[in-house]
């Protein structure tokens, strides 16, 4: 390599170092030269509306943000947590330092320490909250050559969501994020949207929530008067529409499933007392501990929910089938106990019943040939067949009338003259149609006690399912409240 080479070399690593270093120092001594003598950051910047005399106006701040995530949403203390990157931009004319096309560069970075006047901005619905500071603060204060300042932070917040539960767990949720500046009014400082994408959203945020679905995001205002002045005040909306695979899979299902499995005692015999005590009363107590989890992740509120709703239904269900085997049973021991005391009683035997009924080895007389005119009591047969001894003979006594043909078979006829003419010829059309007729035949046993099971196995299942259709009618159709 010649010589000239050489120092041909040398000269340009010269001026690139020496260029490097005046570039450097220039932003160095354009900074002490904005924030030095005759700038105060603690007095707000004049506005940009030359038009008004004095000020100009207030400060036009354009705010945009982009959030992050969005977890913990709590239901109990109606709060959510959010992480963000917050941004404001504002004209601080102070600080203008160039013009388009000169050799100034384009905009300046402050580090820590370098102070300037900024935004008192606050988030009203705020609980807690802090900034990023690892590993570096996460804070950029970027200043252009025009006095335009962009300011970005990360941070993290409690934001409060009062919440209505009214249709809970089907409901949806709106929460918002108020931004208002805390000292200076709207005179002073006026919040806009930036004009394109004012709210940024992470990738992957609608679907990462684990209990809700972030539907839709909105902005408006929300300029608020308190007794110091009217202040700007910006409002991101957000609707969370609460899952409902979760509740579907550990609530609604197994409930549906304890009501079920309390039906089964209909199909038990009467006399299986401890297998449908036992079932009536484990069902019963499992839906209990069900509805308890359940409400303990919820706040005490004064109104009625959805699943409040739900779970009423079911414990009822559950207890009703508890209170039918009572039924049974109390039926059963009544039947017993009538049936045994009227075994015990010889001389005088009472039946109440819709139809003639004869006791087997006896001679009946005087009958109608049509027997549905003794069911409706319109016969005019006699009412009591009596066999009676008298003076050491046998005498047969009929509505008061002895008959002196001594009929050994003919030992009693008891016809119940209670529903005699009380019964209407609609009541025998009405009985003789076919799915009544079919439904008589069906329930047309003896004992009282398996007819009660008999109409439970039918009544309770179609009971819940008209029920079921009521309830998702309803509640399956909610729409978000209006942000107030």
């Not at 070399?9 to 001026?15: E, Q, R, S």
Request: charged share 20%; proline share 4%; net charge positive.
């Amino acid at each position: 390599m010649s010589l000239r080479s050489l120092l041909n070399i040398l000269l340009i690593v010269a001026f690139w170092i020496v260029g490097g270093n005046c570039d450097a120092s220039s932003d160095t001594e354009i900074i002490k030269k904005l924030l030095g003598k005759g700038y105060d950051w603690r007095v707000r910047p004049p506005g940009i509306n030359l038009t008004i005399p004095g000020t100009h106006g207030a400060v036009i701040v354009y705010v945009n943000m982009l959030i992050r995530s969005i977890s913990k949403i709590d239901d109990v203390n109606m709060e959510y947590s959010v992480q963000l990157t917050f941004r404001e931009e504002w004209v601080d004319g102070r600080l203008a330092y160039g013009f388009p096309g000169d050799s100034t560069p384009d905009f300046l970075i402050l580090t820590a320490g370098q102070q300037i006047w900024m935004p008192d901005s606050f988030f009203q619905n705020e609980k807690q909250a802090h900034k990023h500071d690892i590993d570096k603060p996460n804070v950029l204060i970027r200043i252009h050559r025009d006095g335009r300042i962009l300011y970005s932070v990360r941070i993290s917040m409690v934001l409060s969501c009062p919440m209505h539960l009214q249709y809970y767990p089907m409901d949806v949720q709106t929460c918002l994020i108020d931004l208002a500046s805390y000292a200076y009014t709207e005179n002073d400082i006026e919040y806009r949207w930036k004009k394109t994408d004012p709210v940024q959203l992470k990738k992957g945020l609608h679907s990462s929530l684990p209990s809700f679905e972030l539907n839709n995001v909105d902005t408006t205002l929300c300029t608020s008067k308190t007794n110091t002045g009217t202040y700007s005040c910006l409002r991101t909306v957000l609707e969370l529409r609460r899952q409902f695979s979760y509740y579907l899979l550990q609530l609604y299902i197994p409930s549906t499933m304890l009501v079920i499995v309390s039906w089964v005692s209909f199909w038990l015999d009467r006399g299986a007392v401890p297998a449908r005590v036992t079932l009536g009363v484990t069902t019963l107590l499992t839906m209990t501990t069900q509805a308890s989890g359940i409400n303990a992740k919820l706040p005490p509120v004064s109104y009625t929910k959805a699943i409040d709703v739900w779970i009423g239904a079911c414990l009822t269900f559950i207890f009703g089938a508890l209170l039918e085997f009572a039924w049974v049973t109390y039926i059963s021991s009544r039947s017993f106990y009538k049936r045994n005391k009227n075994c015990s009683s010889r001389n005088s035997l009472l039946i109440e019943t819709k139809q003639a009924l004869i006791i087997p080895n006896t001679v009946v007389a005087q009958f109608p040939e049509h027997p549905e005119e003794v069911e409706m009591g319109l016969a005019q047969a006699p009412d009591v067949w009596i066999r009676q001894s008298g003076n050491g003979k046998t005498v047969s006594r009929v509505n008061g009338h002895i008959n002196h043909n001594n009929d050994e078979a003919a030992e009693l006829i008891i016809f119940d003259a209670k529903h005699k003419n009380r019964r209407f010829v609609w009541w025998t059309n009405f009985r003789n149609i076919r799915l009544i007729r079919w439904i008589r035949n069906r329930l047309n046993v003896d004992d009282n006690a398996k007819r009660a099971d008999l109409i439970s196995r039918v009544l309770f299942p179609t009971l819940f399912v008209c029920f079921n259709f009521v309830y998702w009618t309803k509640y399956s159709q909610y729409h978000a409240p209006e942000a107030k």
